[in-house]
């Protein structure tokens, strides 16, 4: 077998093409698919990153959603128990208004029934003078029989 000048100037342009090849076509094109593959690299590690924050900010807001409810249970109770004091409030002021005007009102037939029983020893008074005149025929001392009377009176009615 003889190696003739063709199969060397074969050789030489396969090796020289391998060189620039390599040099300007797979050289750029491994730099490239390198950094296709560090981003890719990188956008994994932040999806992980973004995961762990959204877990992080799910707790947080568990948390924060657990104390809002508690502040509102608190603030339901402390308005339950305003109410149910300012009902309590209510029932005892209307009870006492209530017991005030019943308290009026026996007073005020207390003072009524003293001027009925007044009047009536006026009246009757009056009526014994009137009967005691007609009987005697005559007219009386009004002023001193009056005074009599109103004494007899007194005496009989302080007792009914």
């Known amino acids: 077998m003889s190696i003739d000048l063709t199969f060397i100037g074969q050789i030489v342009v396969f ?18 698919l390198e950094g296709r ?10 999806a992980d990153a973004g995961k762990e924050a959204k877990a992080v900010a799910e707790a ?7 104390a809002s409810r508690a502040r509102a249970q608190e603030i339901v109770s402390a308005a339950e128990k305003r109410a149910a004091e ?18 009026a009102a026996r007073e005020e037939v207390t003072a009524e029934i003293e001027r009925a029983r007044q009047g009536l020893r006026k009246e009757v008074a ?6 005691a005149e007609r009987v005697l025929g005559a007219e009386l001392d009004a ?5 009599l009377i109103d004494g007899v009176i007194s005496q009989g009615i302080g007792r009914a």
């Open 143 to 147: 002023k001193r029989h009056a005074k």
């Open 86 to 103: 300012v009902s309590e409030e209510a029932v005892n002021k209307a009870r006492e208004d209530g017991q005030n005007i019943v308290d």
């Open 60 to 66: 947080e807001i568990k948390e924060l959603l657990k």
């Open 37 to 46: 593959a560090k981003k890719i690299a990188e956008g994994l590690a932040a």
């Open 126 to 131: 009056d009526l014994a003078v009137l009967a």
């Open 15 to 32: 090796l020289t093409l391998v060189f620039l090849m390599r040099k300007y076509l797979y050289g750029p094109l491994n730099d490239l």
